[in-house]
């Protein structure tokens, strides 16, 4: 009680007065520009942004959604949507936790709301499979840069996929080491054994024996590992001269540590993620040099504007925009583009602006073969895999010639003649 | 399989139960003393990579040398959470204790992701990639003193719990609270003791880690799991139990990664776990 009337005490009747009247000026006030936004059109654009920024995927997911960041804004400062009267694109960012589970309810949160226009997120195709899964029942258009070929042929009508496929990307990287090494080569392949691993390793797998290689090692593993050198002892047993590993993060940088130190010598052609992140070469230095590996995206990809948006990533958040980044960025532009040509927030116009979406130039058309164009399924068909090497503490493009900015480094030197 | 392959695996799995053994003799001396299953005990390691790490990167300071800095911060940080987090729920249900201590790793894993954000750090020393090799065996050297470093807390450990008055003071109220309190010792004061200990070790095994494993949040994840087997199959409160039992999880995962599958090494553990708990269910040290 003592509390509380030393807390009433000292207002005035006067002061109480005064501070309603501006209370209720203000509250006028308020109104007035409410009304005023809703007449003039300068409306907002909701788009339901889905990465995981906290969990094991928290790295990849903040990247993105730095490059989420950067291209809203610029989006903005251009403009915003210019048929809506200029109306800015408002980013909802939902932590999705590297959880399928908090997926499905962050994105029932995000839809059930009823004033999102589209959703974009997750590189992770068992998260974005639950994800779009809320969305097709929702009628909410979502466009992701997951790889799993399940995502567009399963007859959904609210799913864009901007990257390639998942099976694309072992085609690829066999194609380039059968190109690089020729036929007979011992081939080892080792994958980390969740979805990702396991989906692409297939790929990797049969195109080796395609391509004609000994495939002397298939092996899953678990990428919780404290210590790579057993199964770097077990690669090595099999005597390979490439060598596949498709890995995360840590386990990624182990392998490698692990296999200079027991000097294991085989040409690494990786699978991606965490062998095209700026954390590899940080942590690797000098190690890891030459190593190459298949990617959605690369910072050189070769199309007029990729420069300048590289440039302005690194030059604000002090590392390269990498793969999955590269993609979040695009895929925002895609989405302003459609909604840009929709004129409306309305989900089911803009996603038939998506499905119309023949981007050739700008920011929205820089993917592998600049340019985005989706097929009936909402895959974007003029995209293809590049192969990418670490070169002088770059990651260079080096394949396919289309691609290609410098010349794949090969044979590579043996770990004890490096340097 | 040459028998070199064998061998290698086999004394890396040697190399690697060092490791383990120093996170699990915290979480069994924890346990022993305080009866508190310690989920956050991961998160104890965590803290004490991060520490190592940031007064490697700020000062310079050699990760081996940091020991002496890094073990007394979670000595007190430990302490700390006997004082205001376990004390008040000591005689609370065991879920109400088992939610606390997971909610603490929770709470410690998204702070660190708060602070020092999601980027994977190490520290790079100059024996980080010292390698020796003897008959094709590759021995890598950081791990050698991270196991050396293991077996010397221990065996500090033990002498302290053996020898001293405190130390015995310590297993007195392990043994028996009521009894102890009627032989003068202050069992608050011992559980104070046990757990700043236990957060110490963690600490320590932090701290020897860092040469050649990264730090990263959710870091402490992957090493408690081991941790909860080493400390089962050497049985609960056991810090002999916990160092034999570090020993063959460390050996079976290595040896079963090469046998069985790259990702079986864990199945094999789990299996051996399993195995000793039906012929033996309070673990390789109970009574059968």
Known sequence: MQKGRRFRDPVS?????????????????????????AGAAAKEVNIGVLYPTSGSQARFGQMCVNAVKLAVEEVNAAGGIKSLGGAKINPIYADIQSDPGVTRNQAERLMATGNLTAATGSYVSTYTLVATEVAERYKIPYVTGSIANKLTERGFKFTFQVSPKANMFGEMQMEFAGTLAGRGKRAAVVFEDTDYGTSTSKGVIDGAKKVGFEVVMAEPYT??????????????????????????????????????????NAGIIAGGAGYLIPDFY?????????????????????????PKIAEAYEKRYGEFLMEHAGEAYVMIWVLADAIQRAASTDPLKVRDALAKTNLTK?????????????????????VHPVMVQWQKGQLRTVYPASDARVKPVWPVPAWDKRG | MDLTTIFQAVITGVLMAGIYALVAIGLTLIFGVVRIVNFAQGEFVMLGMYVTWWLWKAGGIDPYLSLLITMPVLFVFGVLVQRFLFR????????????LTVGLSVVLMNAALFFFTADFRSVKTTYSEWALRVAGITLSVPRIFAFAGALVLAGLLTLFLSKTDIGKALRAVAQDREVSMLLGIDPERMYLLAVGLGAALAGAAGGLIV???YVFPTVGVVFVLIAFVVVILGTLGSIQGALLASLIVGVAESLGILFAGADLGLVVVFAILVATLILKPSGLMGQA
């Open chain 2, 88 to 99: 008040p729920i000591l005689s609370a249900p065991d879920m109400a204790q088992i939610f």
């Open chain 2, 211 to 213: 040469p050649f494993f």
């Open chain 1, 282 to 306: 940080k942590d690797l230095g000098k190690d890891a040099e030459y190593v190459f590996s298949v990617g959605s995206w690369n910072y050189d990809v070769n199309c007029a504007e990729v």
């Open chain 1, 362 to 382: 700008g920011p929205g058309s820089v993917m592998p073969g600049c340019r985005v164009e989706f097929d009936e399924t909402g895959w974007n068909k003029r």
């Open chain 1, 13 to 37: 009747r006067r002061e109480f007065l005064k501070g309603a009247a501006a209370l209720g000026v203000g509250a006028g006030v308020a109104g007035l520009s409410l009304q005023e936004a």
């Open chain 1, 223 to 264: 990428a919780k590992f404290t210590d790579a050198t057993p199964l770097v002892n077990k690669i090595k047993a099999s005597k390979p001269d490439l060598f596949f590993p498709v890995s995360y993060i840590t386990d990624a940088l182990l392998i490698i540590r692990t296999m200079k130190q027991l000097n294991v």
